[in-house]
Every structure is written in C-alpha cells, then in structure tokens.
C-alpha cells in the first residue's frame, strides 16, 4: 500500500524566514514519482514539481528547492525568503511508476506573516 | 497557459438528488481524472478516464458515481442520489498521457455541498 505523511499540519512564519515542509512516503515499489502541489486560497492545484524515485539529485528553483532521500522515504520541501504569496496549503503525492492515481499527502497549511 | 475548467464553482443540492459537474480539460489532453477533497482533510482519487471507458477507480467511487465524456469536449462525474458525505470539493484534472510521470492539470475545483 502507498501512503504520504505530512506531519505538520500548519506552520506559521515571518516573511522572509526560511522554512521547510516536510514528507514521508511509504512504498514497496522500487520506482515510482514524488510530487508537490500548491493549494493557494483561491482552491486550485498548482503543480510544483516532480521527481522520479530513480533520480535523487536536489534541485532548486528560484526560492524553492527540494530534497529527496530515498534511504529516509522523504521528499522535503524548502522556501527560501518565504513571502505572504508563499501561502496556501501544501500537498506532497507519490505516484505509481506506471500508474494513474495520485496518493496525497494530508497537506501542510503555510501562513507566511507580514 | 490552457487550463482545466470546471462548472460550477459551487453547488448546493438536497440530500437525495442527482448533481452533475462538469469539465472541459485541456483541449489535445486525452485522460481525465477525478478527484475530491472533504473540508479540511487531503485529496482522494475517485476515477480515471481514457478511451471512453473507466481506466482505474477508487473504493469511493462506487455504483452512485459515474463518469461520461458526451461529446469531445466535456467531461462529466454525476452522482445519482446525494448523501450527506458527498459534500467535498471536486476537483477535475487532464493529462495528455498515461503513466507516473506525467503531471496532471487541475482545475479549480466545484464545492459540492449537500444539505
């Protein structure tokens, strides 16, 4: 079975901190896709990022930047210089190799302060 | 950027009646997905479609969901007889292939409610 843990529920931060949102995935499969989705208040998913279970090299774009440990099952997510726009609900989601169907996370609610 | 859209953006509907939400995907995308979000809890897979038929199905979608395609643009989930639990966002999504890696297109998603 596949399961996504967020274990953070809601996280609050000053504009401009730094800060990091955490997922755990669960998985037999040896391939498989990680994916991050941004909710903002207006409901829709916004695709982020994607990354393949076989490529475990880091990437950043722009203030966003990603950390995959397969030896950890993790798939970390970083805002550098977090601003107000940077809030919305946050959700992590594996995929099957060759499958169709999402498996989300609970999703972390960001609250960036001015 | 083409995106998905969804009608409408929220429904109200009594317990018992059959509602219909509708999609129109990404034009040149060819599967279809839905998936629902009850307040405040993550986002679930309901079904997804290719070819005119059901490719995969969750335990949650179940004899009173069903999903059409009626003509080359739109893409429909009607629930027959609405229960109170019904009551989530509907979010509709389209990809132009199959496969994990492909990212899915949402769109803004229909908040159902059932009184």
């Known amino acids: 079975a596949q399961k996504v843990t967020q274990a953070q529920t809601e996280i609050s931060v000053v504009e401009k901190e730094d800060v990091t949102l955490d997922c755990v995935y669960e998985t037999r499969d040896t391939t498989y896709y990680l994916f991050w989705y941004k909710q903002p208040p207006s409901g829709e998913l916004v695709f982020l990022i994607r990354?393949?279970?076989?490529?475990?090299q880091n990437e950043i774009s722009g203030r966003y930047s990603w950390n995959f440990q397969k030896s950890t099952s993790s798939f970390n997510f970083t805002i550098t210089a977090s601003q107000v726009v940077d809030s919305a609900v946050y959700f992590c989601a594996l995929r099957k190799f060759y499958g169709q169907n999402f498996v989300f996370g609970p999703g972390t609610r960001l609250s960036v302060l001015p | 950027e083409p995106e998905v859209t969804q009608t409408p953006s929220h429904q109200v509907t009594q317990m018992g009646q059959e509602v219909i939400l509708r999609c129109v995907p990404i034009s040149n995308h060819l599967y279809f997905y839905w998936y629902r979000q009850i307040l405040g809890q993550k986002v679930e897979f309901l079904v997804s479609?290719?070819?005119?038929?059901?490719?995969?199905k969750s335990e949650i979608f179940d004899d009173q969901f069903s999903v059409e395609r009626p003509d080359g643009s739109n893409f429909t989930l009607k629930i027959r007889s609405t229960k109170l639990e019904d009551s989530a966002m509907y979010f509709c999504?389209?990809?132009?292939?199959?496969?994990?890696?492909?990212?899915?297109?949402f769109g803004s998603g229909t908040q159902l409610s059932v009184l």
């Open positions: 999504a389209s990809s132009d292939s199959r496969g994990g890696s492909e990212k899915l297109f």
């Open positions: 990354r393949n279970s076989f490529d475990e």
């Open positions: 479609f290719y070819n005119n038929e059901i490719s995969e």
